[in-house]
């Protein structure tokens, strides 16, 4: 018998054991994936079903998303401008042939949940090569599912950023197996879902470069530089039209353009590191590495990677930003798990280190920060999901089909991410003059809707011409006649 023919015969083997050997592996992951992305979808339904989803962002991406699916482009009547001049996410063209379908936000919601749950199978694999097999991996993949980043994001509905988080380990899984296309490919994935996704993108062209010595990763990382400017910088500016970015404002202290900000960042750096050390960006960063036990820091490299999409959202003026609330530290969350993953790495084969040590400090930070801060059932916080609401909504859906699929209308916002699907719509009370009006007196609205004259608007809708048509479960509805 030939060489080859003994290889062949050996292979035939061993290829059926070999691939039950995979099947089994793979079974806890996809388990996990599977339930977290039940779990997650559940979460987000729940919140839109007991009308709790906020205007910003869930009408505003469902309304654009709609607008696409018409041949209107991503547009909406919230922007005076397209929606890629406020933020660059053309993956949002992926849901269009969706809504054609059907238009709903559900679609929305359950891409997030299945991309936040599934990145737990690359993640697992990733981590089996980093870490080696046993729990480890199983550790890792508890451990991100416990992310307060992903808990808040989870709280606050959809943002399209969500979808990159598998990308992460996608393409850090293909700089470990030597795998360039994948890493390519898989890299410049969240430059499709957020102008700022190029700061991910270059976080994983540093991780590949350093740790894996891959030479793609120069090439992905001058995309990740020239892609995000040329975005930033030209695309975004244009397709506004000469209008200003409202986003930039949050960034007023350091510059009142994106260029000028990044000169304040080289040539003045104690102002932006007073602000980080203040609060709330200050805790918030205690928060984001207390979360991942601490250990991106045994990995300097791995943690300056994950620096740039984490110092974005910790250097802005904004309340809710600076303190990585609502949907805020979801970017920098992948990096900064695969820092804590190279940190434990280093120290595993320590001989003055018990090898238990890395795995409690990740999964003990992650619980303990969870438990602490996690707006999720059984945390804290003004994003946290509630389960009351159930037994009214039949009725005020009732109420709100009675409004007519063309009319124009202002809502309070957790009655406009039912009704977004329109050409217009605006959040309560606003300055154009809807032809109705949806008004919920038994939720809270919003600081934006407060700050407006939420109150003084809803006492003298009368005198301004409407004519209220009902009130059912707290809910008014009005009318111009």
Known sequence: ????????????????????????????????????????????????????????????????????????????????????????????NLFVPLYRLHATPLWLLGAEALALGGAVVPLWALARRWLGGGVRPLVVCAAYLLQVGIARALGFDFHTEALAVPFVFVALLGAARGDTLLLLLAGVAPMLCKEDGALVTLGIAVIALVVHRRRAALVLGGVAVAGGAVVVLGVMPAVRGGASGDLVARYAYLGDSAGGVLAHLVTLPGTWLGHLVSAPSGPALLMALAGVGFLPLLRPVALLASLPALLLPLLAADPYQGGLRLHYALQATPLLVCAAMLGWQRVQSSAHVPRFVPAVALLGGALATWLALSPLPGGHGPDAVHLDGLDRAPAVDALLARIPPGASVAATGDLLTHLAERPAIAEFPSRRRAQWVAIDRRAGVSAQSTAAGYVTAAAHLGEHGYVRVATVAGVELWRLP
């Open 1 to 92: 018998m030939s060489a080859a023919a003994t290889l062949r015969l050996r292979w035939s083997r061993v290829s059926p054991i070999s691939s039950r050997l995979a099947a089994r592996s793979l079974f806890w992951p996809l388990l996990a994936a599977t339930g977290a992305s039940a779990l997650f979808f559940a979460i987000a339904w729940l919140r839109f079903a007991t009308y709790h989803s906020s205007a910003y962002d869930l009408a505003f991406f469902d309304q654009v998303v709609w607008n696409g699916a018409r041949g209107d482009g991503l547009r909406s009547s919230l922007l005076s401008y397209p929606f890629l001049g406020q933020h660059f996410e053309p993956a949002l």
